[in-house]
């Protein structure tokens, strides 16, 4: 499993009066271990009042760049959020994992067209990924319909326009707000009326070889369904959620008792009993296992293991695909056991 390490600061840049743009310094000895592809994310750790807190973040450099930058837009009561947007200070270190995620674009030698549908922090690795298409290829173009309440609240707005002047004649941005009337821009959230100015009107004649989505589920629900009415096939589609949303549903059947987990990580066997009325993540952590987790939420894919003995049930997923969930694959911070017996395996993802 990949470790933390401890990177510096280099640069603290204020995107909008509630978000930042944080840069570390990467030593020489560890390039290649924070090499990483466009639309990845960085897991940071940070002890906070007495707490240990991690938080995932999507990169919004690009790799061509040789530096690694993340967006952070402050939350109400978010902790690290309210941390790295107030106390945090250039010259300070922090712990930081390095890139992951599947949420990625890999540029190729074939000219392709990308468009793709941001709300908010959402914009963060779509940056990456609009600066990876138009420089992997000189004749590639790329789309971005971007989503916010008023200009003065768009995260990277500044970089955004100056890429669209460096490429005038390749990247289009579609400008939406929900709380601001701006000339040229439209007005409301991104919906299926979106969509469809998009791929019928103001872009049909663009044959659009990937949508990449990224921003709460509701709008990514809207434009995924959307997409798909209009004929775009489902493997066209990639999205990454920045939040999820609870679910009254969001139960599984489950026994009443405790489970024996065997827990496979670095090489290592753990047994232990847990809860089968908890997680399985929650379980490992209770017992002092350390094993990889982020977001806790089922956003990001840190905590995904193999299910190698016994069953295991996710209430929620937005991460693995049928395919990886009928090989075995959960995430553990979703998932309940649901076998007296159930034996996981980290590192064999």
């Known amino acids: ?22 840069s570390f310094e990467i030593p020489d000895n560890l390039k290649t271990t924070f090499t990483y592809k466009a639309g ?12 240990e807190v991690r938080r995932a973040y999507s990169i919004s450099s690009a790799p061509s760049s040789g530096g690694l930058t993340v967006g952070i837009k ?34 190729e030698h074939e000219v392709q067209t990308i468009a793709a549908f ?64 701006e000339a040229n821009c439209l007005f409301g959230r991104i919906d299926n ?27 990514i629900d809207t434009v995924s369904n959307a997409l798909k009415k209009n004929g775009i096939a489902a493997d066209r589609i990639s999205f990454e959620l920045f939040t999820a949303s609870a679910k009254e549903n969001d139960t599984i059947p489950m026994l009443d008792g405790q489970t024996a987990l065997k827990v496979v990580l670095d090489d290592e066997e753990h047994h232990i009993q847990i809860d089968q009325k908890a997680f399985v993540l929650d379980g490992v952590l209770k017992n002092d ?11 990001c894919s840190s905590c995904i293991a193999r299910v190698t003995e016994g069953k295991a049930e996710m209430v929620k997923n937005q991460i693995l695909t049928d395919s990886e969930v009928e090989e075995g694959l959960i ?15 980290y590192d064999d993802v």
């Not at 990177?7 to 509630?18: I, W």
């Not at 990247?171 to 707000?177: A, E, H, L, M, N």
């Not at 009326?193 to 709008?219: I, S, W």
């Open 289 to 299: 296992i350390d094993a990889p987790y982020s977001c806790q939420g089922g956003v």
């Open 118 to 181: 941001a709300a908010g922090s959402g914009i963060t690795p779509i940056v990456s990924i609009a600066k990876t298409v138009l420089k992997s290829n000189n004749t590639n173009r790329f789309v971005l319909i971007y989503g916010n309440r008023t200009p003065e609240e768009t995260m990277y707005r500044s970089t955004l326009l100056n890429l669209q002047k460096e490429y005038f004649d390749r990247f289009f941005i579609v400008w939406s707000y929900s709380q601001s009337n």
């Open 1 to 22: 499993m990949p470790d933390f390490y401890s990177l510096k600061v280099a640069g603290l840049e204020s995107l909008t009066p509630n978000s930042v743009a944080i």
């Open 193 to 219: 009326a979106t969509v469809n100015l998009v791929l019928k009107n103001r872009f049909k004649n663009f044959d659009f070889d990937a949508f990449y989505l990224c921003g709460p589920e509701q709008m």
């Open 74 to 107: 402050k939350v109400p009561n978010g902790t690290f959020s309210t941390y790295a947007n107030g106390a945090l200070q250039v010259g300070d270190y922090l712990e930081v994992m390095p890139p992951e995620g599947r949420f990625t674009f890999d540029a």
């Open 40 to 51: 990845q994310y960085i897991t940071l750790k940070k002890a906070l009042d007495g707490e």
């Open 331 to 345: 995430l553990t911070c979703q998932a309940q056991p649901l076998t007296p017996v159930l034996h996981i395996d």
